[in-house]
Nanobody, 124 residues
């Protein structure tokens, strides 16, 4: 079955950096547009970034543009999220998601599979 497993979360001070990874299995990774979402306590899940199947296109939420970078390695069935200049408001559980043959999208309903999430906590 399809599995998406996130890793790399943790506790970091404001201004610091983290790199999240998402390892995919049970699917043909190159067929999937990938996305990152996050959910803070008491808030709805929100879009962070998306990357096309060939890495040719990326799309970011305004709140992370210029600070976060999404990338993928189809040979390793993995997608990454490099997060720089972290702020306390970036604190959330971060989820990766897969969207088969779809366009890059910020809509959560456009994704077919989701990981279990990894916690990112940014202290002030």
């Amino acid at each position: 079955q399809v599995q998406l497993v996130e890793s790399g979360g943790g506790l970091v001070q404001a201004g610091g950096s983290l790199r999240l990874s998402c390892a995919a299995s049970g699917l043909t990774f190159s067929e999937y547009t990938m996305g990152w979402f996050r959910q803070a306590p008491g808030k709805e899940r929100e879009f962070v970034a998306s990357i096309s199947r060939s890495s040719g296109d990326t799309y970011y939420a305004d709140s992370v543009k210029g600070r976060f970078t999404i990338s993928r390695d189809n040979a390793k069935n993995s997608v990454y999220l490099r997060m720089n200049s972290l702020k306390p408001e970036d604190t959330a559980v971060y989820y990766c998601a897969a969207n088969r043959f779809g366009s890059i999208t910020a809509m959560a309903k456009g994704y077919d599979y989701w990981g279990q999430g990894t916690q990112v906590t940014v202290s002030s």
